[in-house]
């Protein structure tokens, strides 16, 4: 039991991911954060920012790729775990609605997801990528819906792109122009998370958001299709 505790602590902790898995751990992580339900609790924007920061070590570990190339293939990874998610939302996504919470899964994050979608209609999966836990569960929410699969590509792409790129940039650029940036490594995580999960967290706190419920047995896929006009 510690052994998980303590791994579950090295996964929430970008510098470690940076230090010890390279590209193929950041790879992995940014794909379960972005299509598997079990992944929300990942790190994908502190990450992809310290990423950034340790560019120039991440290429040398990685054959010497080009910084341009190490950001294609994170966002790649952005774009097939979104249609992991989205598969999981056309196949099973109605299910879970009526699925009880459990650790790693709840049901209260795919109703505010659900709501996020409705609001911002397909747009919504790129918006999403920029919000912890919302970014999680858009791609199924989208599967559930039943959004059209090559609009839901485009806005997939564009959205990766645009995560990925700017995050990792900003931080390329940043941890060049001022090098000692290494050093307060643990201040910038804490100051992303609050700033990335802030619109997430006044949601919890001032917003509702409503559960019927039977949500599960009212609807089906092919019925909730206003999201995809």
Do not use: C
């Amino acid at each position: 039991m510690d052994q998980i505790i303590e791994l579950f602590k090295h996964l929430i902790n970008p510098s470690w991911i940076i230090e010890h898995g390279g590209l193929y751990l950041l790879v992995a992580i940014i794909f379960a954060e972005t299509g598997l339900f079990v992944g929300f609790f990942l790190p994908g924007d502190s990450l992809l920012f310290l990423a950034g920061i340790y560019g120039k070590e991440l290429s040398a570990s990685f054959y010497d790729a080009p910084f341009i190339v190490l950001m294609l293939l994170i966002a790649l990874a952005g774009v097939l775990g979104n249609i992991v998610g989205f598969w999981f939302g056309r196949k099973s996504g109605p299910l879970l609605f009526s699925r009880k919470d459990t650790f790693l899964f709840k049901k209260k994050h795919l109703f505010q997801a659900k709501e996020f979608f409705d609001k911002h209609g397909g747009g919504a999966i790129i918006l999403a990528r920029f919000l912890p836990i919302i970014r999680t569960f858009a791609p199924i929410v989208a599967g559930i819906v039943g959004m059209e699969r090559k609009k839901f590509m485009v806005y997939n792409v564009v959205g990766s792109i645009s995560w990925v790129f700017s995050m990792m940039l900003a931080g390329y650029f940043l941890g060049n122009k001022y090098p000692t940036i290494k050093n307060h490594l643990e201040l910038i995580v804490i100051i992303l998370i609050l700033i990335t999960t802030l619109p997430v967290l006044l949601k919890l706190v001032f917003g509702k958001v409503k559960v019927p419920h039977d949500h599960a047995k009212e609807n089906h896929p092919d019925e909730l299709t206003e999201s995809n006009k």
